[in-house]
């Protein structure tokens, strides 16, 4: 087996919709993802680790939840109770969470609703159905906001008393936490020492 | 062991589907998404749509059936059927569903239970042809099953 010069990053999709969850779900593994999905928005929140109205991290992480960084999350727009637009704010809301890019996805294309989620702090807007053409858009989303996210960890390492901090020295990369600020290896730069994931093919 | 005729007849039969407006590019699109890793992917994915729709087909005709009707809710669920036959390329479903969405919006019920009829009827037709388009498909076998690449 090669050796991969990265992990693959992983995208929190989110549909009510089951046929569309797994259309998305393949259209991401075709692409190289690792993909996590959830049926609405409350279950998306608690993944990453949100619990209830508090929107800042929670003192004590669970153990699980400390492997799973997330690297992108594309939601639908239209779903009952929570929508995607209001996952969307509840994201940009989070400390935590406001770094993850965000996509969302429609299958009506109505432009103050692009332009109301464009304003909120999504990165991208996919028109339903969505194709495999659209997946090559995420990537560069993704490492646009992993470079925001090293300079800002290179700013304050000094004062960084987050207690969801790894157990391990902040310049080791073996493991992955629920804050994907934790991340540290950029693209191409460096081979990260192989984890329990497993390449989709 | 030759496919040649299997295949014409898969061929024709997709050809006819595409003709008669049954399906669009999204099916393509889907067919496109299938390999050895998941060699199953279309028919999986249709088989969720049809267990999906017909769910919202039972909640659309009890909606239609509660008096006051409330179109807002029949919207609504007309739009989940809509998406989700888009996604899997169902052209006709897609048509009938805008035509329903545009009773509700003229708060036409008579407008409303005319198109649920036909939108029952394209269900069901849709489900019986890729039925048989998928049963086609698996006499070939799942080496033989990129459609896409048969040109």
């Given at each position: 087996m090669a050796?991969?010069?990265?992990?693959?990053?992983?995208?929190?999709?989110?549909?009510?919709s089951l046929p569309d969850r797994k259309l998305i779900e393949r259209l991401l593994k075709t692409s190289s993802f690792q993909v996590t999905t959830v049926d609405s928005g409350s279950k998306a929140l608690e993944f990453l680790g949100i619990h209830g109205e508090d929107s800042s991290p929670p003192v004590s992480v669970h153990a699980d939840q400390l492997e799973v960084a997330v690297n992108l999350i594309i939601t639908d727009y239209c779903m009952p109770g929570m929508t995607g637009y209001d996952l969307l704010k509840k994201i940009k809301e989070s400390t935590s969470l406001r770094d993850i890019p965000v996509v969302i996805m429609s299958s009506e294309n109505i432009p103050s609703r692009i332009n109301r989620c464009?304003?909120?702090?999504?990165?991208?807007?996919?028109?339903?159905?969505?194709?495999?053409s659209d997946?090559?858009?995420?990537?560069?989303?993704?490492?646009?906001?992993?470079?925001?996210?090293?300079?800002?960890?290179?700013?304050?390492?000094?004062?960084?008393?987050?207690?969801?901090e790894c157990s391990n020295p902040t310049n080791s990369n073996s493991n992955e936490c629920s804050n994907s600020r934790k991340r540290k290896a950029e693209d191409n730069e460096e081979v990260l020492p192989q984890t329990n994931r497993s390449r989709h093919s | 062991m030759d496919y040649s005729n299997l295949r014409r007849q898969i061929i024709s039969m997709k050809k006819s589907l595409f003709d008669q407006g049954y399906l669009d590019e999204q099916f393509n699109q889907l067919e496109e998404l299938q390999d050895d890793s998941s060699p199953n992917f279309?028919?999986?994915?249709?088989?969720?749509?049809?267990?999906?729709?017909?769910?919202?087909?039972?909640?659309?005709?009890?909606a239609l059936e509660k008096y006051p009707q409330d179109f807002y809710r029949l919207d609504s669920l007309a739009?989940?059927?809509?998406?989700?036959?888009?996604?899997?390329?169902?052209?006709?479903?897609?048509?009938?569903?805008?035509?329903?969405?545009?009773?509700?919006?003229?708060?036409?019920l008579e407008g409303?239970?005319?198109?649920?009829?036909?939108?029952?009827?394209?269900?069901?037709?849709?489900?019986?042809?890729?039925?048989?388009?998928?049963?086609?498909?698996?006499?070939?076998?799942?080496?033989?099953?990129?459609?896409?690449?048969?040109?």
């Open positions: 050796v991969a010069t990265e992990t693959p990053f992983h995208v929190l999709a989110v549909d009510d464009l304003e909120e702090g999504a990165d991208e807007f996919f028109l339903k159905p969505v194709r495999l997946m090559s858009k995420l990537k560069p989303h993704i490492l646009k906001s992993r470079c925001k996210e090293h300079y800002h960890q290179e700013q304050h390492q000094q004062s960084d008393s987050n207690s969801n | 279309v028919e999986e994915v249709v088989a969720l749509f049809f267990k999906d729709s017909s769910r919202l087909l039972t909640n659309i005709e009890r739009h989940q059927f809509k998406g989700s036959g888009s996604s899997i390329g169902a052209l006709r479903m897609k048509n009938e569903c805008s035509m329903f969405k545009a009773h509700c919006s003229d708060r036409n409303c239970r005319r198109s649920l009829q036909k939108m029952k009827r394209e269900h069901a037709t849709l489900k019986q042809k890729l039925e048989t388009y998928f049963q086609l498909l698996r006499q070939v076998g799942p080496r033989e099953r990129a459609v896409n690449s048969w040109k």
